[in-house]
C-alpha cells in the first residue's frame, strides 16, 4: 500500500485500465469499492464514462491507476475507440448469476482486442460470487474459458470485498512486469530511464509512462 510519504500526485508510472461487460454486471461498484472502499446496493446505471485512480506499490515503485468504468448498454457503444484508447489493461466482467453476462463475454473480449494493443493485461472476472444460492456459471467453465482466452481469472464480491483488491493489483502488477521487460528488451536499464519517457508496450500508443511523460491519450 502507499506509504505516507508519498503524495497523491507522485507516482513513478500511471496505467489506464478499462472496465468492459454486460450492464448490471457490477462494473462501477467494483471501482468503487477498489478506488474509495465503498459498495452501493442502490448504484444507478453508468451513463457515459466515469474514472477513478488509485495508486498502489508494485516493488518499489508507485504505481498509479486511472481506471475507466462505461455504461454496459448498446446505445453507448459509440464511445469504444475513445474509450479503449492508451488502456494498458482491462476487467473484463460477467454476473455469475446470469449466464447471459458470461456469454457475452467472447464479444466484449473481440472488442477489446479490436481496439487495443496485443500486449494489454487481461482479467476475466466472475462478479457477484457471494449470491452463491443463485449461481448459475460454474467455476470451471470460467476457468476453462479463461485458459482458453488466455486472460487471467477471478470471482470477485464487490458488496463483500472479496478479490476485489487482488483482481486489480493482479492486472496492475502484470502490466509493470510488460513495461519493465519492453524496457529491458529495447536495451534499456528501466531504473535507468530519464524522466518523461513514455514506455510503449507496442505499436499502439498508450498510457505506460513515466512521471512527467504526460498523461493517457491524445
Same mark, same amino acid.
Given at each position: 500500500?502507499m506509504?505516507? @510519504?508519498?503524495?497523491?500526485?507522485? %507516482?513513478?508510472?500511471?496505467?489506464?485500465?478499462?472496465?468492459?461487460?454486460? #450492464?448490471?454486471?457490477?462494473?462501477?461498484?467494483?471501482? #468503487?469499492?477498489f478506488?474509495?472502499n465503498?459498495?452501493?446496493?442502490? #448504484?444507478? #446505471?453508468t451513463?457515459?464514462?466515469?474514472?477513478?485512480?488509485?495508486?498502489?506499490?508494485?516493488?518499489?515503485?508507485i504505481?498509479?491507476?486511472?481506471?475507466?468504468? *462505461?455504461?454496459?448498454?448498446?446505445? @453507448?457503444?459509440?464511445?469504444t475507440?475513445?474509450? %479503449?484508447?492508451?488502456?494498458?489493461?482491462?476487467?473484463? +466482467?460477467?454476473?455469475?448469476?446470469?449466464?447471459?453476462?458470461?456469454?457475452?463475454i467472447?464479444?466484449?473480449?473481440?472488442?477489446l482486442?479490436?481496439h487495443?494493443?496485443?500486449?494489454? /493485461?487481461?482479467?476475466?472476472? $466472475?462478479?457477484?460470487?457471494?449470491?452463491?444460492?443463485?449461481?448459475a /456459471?460454474?467455476?470451471?467453465?470460467?476457468?476453462?474459458?479463461?485458459?482458453k482466452?488466455?486472460?487471467?481469472?477471478?470471482? *470477485?464480491?464487490?458488496?463483500?470485498?472479496?478479490?476485489?483488491?487482488?483482481?486489480?493489483?493482479?492486472?496492475?502488477?502484470?502490466?509493470?512486469? +510488460?513495461?519493465?521487460?519492453?524496457?529491458?528488451?529495447?536495451?534499456?536499464?528501466?531504473?535507468?530511464?530519464?524522466?518523461?519517457? *513514455?514506455?510503449?508496450? $507496442?505499436?499502439?500508443?498508450?498510457?505506460?509512462? +513515466?512521471?512527467?511523460? $504526460?498523461?493517457?491519450s491524445?
Open positions: 500500500m506509504g505516507a @510519504y508519498r503524495a497523491e500526485d507522485d %507516482y513513478d508510472y500511471l496505467f489506464k485500465v478499462v472496465l468492459i461487460g454486460d #450492464s448490471g454486471v457490477g462494473k462501477s461498484n467494483l471501482l #468503487s469499492r478506488s474509495r465503498e459498495f452501493s446496493l442502490e #448504484s444507478k #446505471s451513463i457515459g464514462v466515469e474514472f477513478a485512480t488509485r495508486s498502489i506499490q508494485v516493488d518499489d515503485k504505481v498509479k491507476a486511472q481506471i475507466w468504468d *462505461t455504461a454496459g448498454q448498446e446505445r @453507448y457503444r459509440a464511445i475507440s475513445a474509450y %479503449y484508447r492508451g488502456a494498458v489493461g482491462a476487467l473484463v +466482467v460477467y454476473d455469475v448469476t446470469r449466464h447471459v453476462t458470461f456469454e457475452n467472447a464479444r466484449w473480449l473481440k472488442e482486442r479490436d487495443t494493443d496485443s500486449n494489454i /493485461v487481461i482479467m476475466l472476472v $466472475g462478479n457477484k460470487s457471494d449470491l452463491r444460492h443463485l449461481r /456459471v460454474s467455476l470451471d467453465d470460467a476457468k476453462a474459458f479463461a485458459e482466452e488466455r486472460t487471467f481469472f477471478m470471482e *470477485t464480491s464487490a458488496m463483500e470485498a472479496l478479490n476485489v483488491e487482488d483482481s486489480f493489483t493482479e492486472v496492475l502488477t502484470q502490466i509493470y512486469h +510488460v513495461v519493465i521487460k519492453k524496457a529491458l528488451d529495447i536495451g534499456g536499464d528501466p531504473a535507468a530511464l530519464p524522466k518523461g519517457r *513514455t514506455i510503449n508496450m $507496442g505499436s499502439r500508443e498508450d498510457v505506460s509512462a +513515466v512521471k512527467q511523460g $504526460g498523461c493517457c491524445s
